[in-house]
């Protein structure tokens, strides 16, 4: 069965220097990769998403995440992080063939002044 | 892009009311899904519907019920709202093409007192 897991609930990072936000999968196939970012009381926004091809993804926001099949993990990046990126991520998977996308519990994002 | 509709933002009910919670997607999408969402719990699989008048259960089906009468409105039903189903509820509808990536609504934060 697929499954995704976010090692971190939190990470702190200070504003302008680089940020990680980790994620690893688990399929039986090919995967399809997301990302998702959701602000206080507000619904999931979809950032960016590796279906096949090259390895680093760019997304919205300057966000961009690296499909690495040999150690199973999505981790998304950014080079210079902004307060405003402040939100909770959430890794998801998707296995060819398979409707329903699994999501991670989320790592909340704190950018520090 | 498609826009993804939950009619209220927040919503207060009382113990053993019937709740409708509404969700309306604008692109003729067929697959639709339900989830709610708690802290430390992430994002869990209520129900989902991949046409008119279908439904499946998803992770946590118990106390709920969908209803699923036009391909643009998929309802969530709590039959006899109790304390334990206060959460955030969030509707999304699955993209066709080749990409199977999912758009959110704004989601429905509800309070059961």
């Known amino acids: 069965a697929q499954s995704v897991a976010q090692p971190e609930d939190q990470v702190n990072v200070a504003e302008g220097n680089p940020l990680t936000v980790k994620c690893t999968y688990s399929?039986?196939?090919?995967?399809?990769l997301f990302w998702y970012v959701q602000y206080p009381n507000r619904g999931l926004q979809f950032l960016l998403k590796y279906i096949t091809g090259d390895n680093l993804v760019k997304g919205s926001y300057g966000f961009e995440a690296e499909f690495n099949k040999s150690q199973t993990s999505f981790h998304l990046k950014k080079p210079s992080a902004l307060v405003s990126d402040s939100a909770l991520y959430f890794c998801?998977?998707?296995?060819?063939?398979?409707?329903?996308?699994?999501f991670g519990k989320g790592t909340r994002l704190h950018i520090l002044p | 892009d498609v826009k993804v509709t939950q009619s209220s933002r927040y919503l207060v009910k009382r113990t053993g009311e019937k709740v409708f919670l509404e969700c309306v997607q604008d692109?003729?999408?067929?697959?639709m899904f339900w989830y709610r969402q708690d802290p430390g719990l992430g994002l869990r699989l209520i129900y989902f519907s991949y046409d008119v008048k279908m439904k499946e259960k998803g992770d946590i089906p118990e106390g709920y019920s969908v209803s699923r009468e036009k391909k643009e409105r998929f309802s969530l039903i709590l039959e006899s709202a109790s304390t334990n189903q206060t959460s955030m509820y969030l509707c999304?509808?699955?993209?066709?093409?080749?990409?199977?990536?999912?758009?959110f609504g704004s989601g429905t934060r509800l309070t059961v007192v």
């Open positions: 998801a998977v998707r296995d060819l063939g398979d409707d329903k996308i699994i």
């Open positions: 692109m003729d999408h067929e697959n």
């Open positions: 999304a509808s699955k993209w066709t093409g080749g990409a199977y990536g999912y758009t």
């Open positions: 399929v039986s196939g090919n995967p399809y």
